[in-house]
């Protein structure tokens, strides 16, 4: 009895290490990115104008929540990885769940909308990061990277990051629709239709 206990509770070891390892390093890379930028903040006293010889100074601060296109960035790396954390353990006991071929296809739509949500959030921080380092004359709107240099080569670090993780779940994707494309070895030598 206590030998059959044992027997249930053991993991089986997927043989497709190969999607494992992508989602882990996926998972990792965007969820360095969500920590990164979440935790990016820098604080500096500037003159903003001198009155006689007084200076006159303002502490000003930069952090992601003041804007939207860095909280978007955020949200949609922390879902990216919690969606890759899902998917490790849905590929870890697979063999508990008798789907009949439900998460074969299911993953592969799951991962299409998570890249489309990563690569949404990675095009508008990447656009923000732009403006913020050489700013548009036109609207004459001035850089900040200049006076707040830290600050954006910490989201620098954050967009490199999360940039290879959607390029690892794309990868991620495409191997798992290729393998939804195949098809399936015949059992017993059984040919199908």
Same mark, same amino acid.
């Given at each position: *009895?206590?030998?059959?206990?044992?027997?249930? =509770?053991?993991? #089986?070891?997927?043989?497709?290490?190969?999607?494992? *390892?992508?989602?882990?390093?996926?998972?990792?890379?965007?969820?360095?990115?969500?920590?990164?930028?979440?935790?990016?903040?820098?604080?500096?006293?500037?003159?903003?104008?001198?009155?006689?010889?007084?200076? %006159?100074?303002?502490?000003?601060?930069?952090?992601?929540?003041?804007?939207?296109?860095?909280?978007?960035? /955020?949200?949609?790396?922390? *879902?990216?990885?919690?969606?890759? /954390?899902? *998917?490790?353990?849905?590929?870890?006991?697979?063999?508990?769940?008798?789907?009949?071929?439900? $998460?074969? #296809?299911?993953?592969? %739509? @799951?991962?299409?909308?998570?890249?489309?949500?990563?690569?949404?959030?990675?095009?508008? =921080?990447?656009?923000?990061?732009?403006?913020?380092?050489?700013?548009?004359?036109?609207?004459?709107?001035?850089?900040? $990277?200049?006076?707040?240099?830290?600050? $954006?080569?910490?989201?620098?670090?954050?967009? &490199?990051?999360?940039?290879?993780?959607?390029?690892?779940?794309? /990868? &991620?994707?495409?191997?798992? &629709?290729?393998?939804? @494309?195949?098809?399936?070895?015949?059992?017993?030598?059984?040919?199908?239709?």
């Amino acid at each position: *009895m206590a030998v059959e206990n044992k027997e249930k =509770a053991k993991v #089986v070891i997927p043989k497709d290490w190969t999607v494992l *390892m992508l989602r882990l390093a996926s998972f990792l890379a965007t969820a360095s990115a969500t920590l990164v930028m979440a935790l990016n903040k820098e604080t500096k006293t500037l003159v903003v104008a001198t009155v006689g010889n007084t200076p %006159i100074k303002a502490t000003l601060t930069a952090t992601f929540q003041h804007n939207p296109a860095f909280v978007f960035f /955020v949200i949609a790396n922390g *879902m990216t990885s919690f969606h890759n /954390v899902l *998917m490790i353990v849905v590929q870890l006991f697979r063999h508990k769940f008798s789907d009949k071929g439900l $998460c074969l #296809v299911m993953i592969p %739509i @799951l991962d299409l909308f998570t890249v489309s949500l990563a690569s949404a959030g990675d095009g508008a =921080a990447t656009f923000m990061a732009e403006l913020g380092k050489h700013g548009n004359s036109h609207a004459k709107w001035n850089k900040i $990277c200049d006076k707040f240099g830290t600050y $954006c080569d910490r989201g620098g670090a954050a967009l &490199i990051a999360s940039s290879i993780g959607l390029v690892l779940l794309l /990868v &991620i994707t495409v191997l798992s &629709i290729i393998k939804l @494309l195949t098809k399936p070895k015949p059992l017993n030598n059984v040919t199908l239709p």
